[in-house]
């Protein structure tokens, strides 16, 4: 099946939950350090922004430094370190100044799989987990409000994925609001957090 070569106009302008959703099935494309892997998304969960308490952006915290990405413009990458080690990559979503963004938690290697493996120093699996991802695609603080539209990194579209293999969950991880139904993942694949 041929690969659309854009989003359609406002695709990421809409409810972060349903962005979440519908990111599943998209591409993330690296040319991180010269080398191309291509990955499809499998796991996707949403944050709403000022009042979502899980997310870095809630009122009680507003703009900082660390989560100035979130509020804008959409389309531009979220960066940041988990517990001194791990890279996480959020894609901002919604409209400047509203602070929403989807976690990018897991894909399927398309290409370059040997890299990645070597990126991950043998590890598996390669992508499951949004560390895994960001390690497997070269993903660090470097690309902390990157344009996902132009290389190194390209959110890219893919193909739908049907409803019928598509998982609702609470979200992984985080304490405050965890139960709300934002995370999205393909049911029995393996690039989804176990």
């Known amino acids: 099946m041929p690969f659309a070569t854009s989003f359609p106009p406002g695709f990421l302008h809409r409810p972060v939950t349903r962005v979440a959703r519908e990111l599943l099935g998209t591409r993330l494309v690296s040319t991180v350090g010269g080398t191309r892997t291509v990955g499809v998304l499998v796991e996707c969960e949403a944050y709403e922004g000022r009042d979502d308490p899980a997310s870095h952006a809630a009122t009680r915290t507003g703009a900082t430094r660390r989560n100035q990405a979130m509020f804008g413009p959409a389309g531009r990458a979220y960066v940041y370190r988990i ?4 890279w996480c990559l959020n894609v901002v979503t919604g409209h ?9 938690r897991g894909l399927e290697p398309l290409e370059g799989e040997d890299e990645m493996g070597r990126r991950r120093h043998g590890r598996r699996p390669l992508a499951a987990g949004p560390g895994r991802l960001c390690e497997a695609l070269g993903v660090d603080g470097a690309l902390y409000g990157h344009d ?7 959110l890219a579209p893919g193909w739908r994925v049907p409803d019928a293999v598509v998982e609702v969950s609470g979200r992984v991880g985080v304490r405050a609001a965890a139960e709300r139904p934002y995370r999205f993942y ?3 694949s393996p690039g989804v957090t176990r």
Do not use: E, N, T
């Open 148 to 154: 996902l539209s132009v290389p190194p990194l390209v």
């Open 83 to 86: 517990y001194g080690m791990h």
């Open 186 to 188: 393909v049911r029995g």
């Open 96 to 104: 400047r100044d509203d602070p929403q963004a989807v976690l990018l």
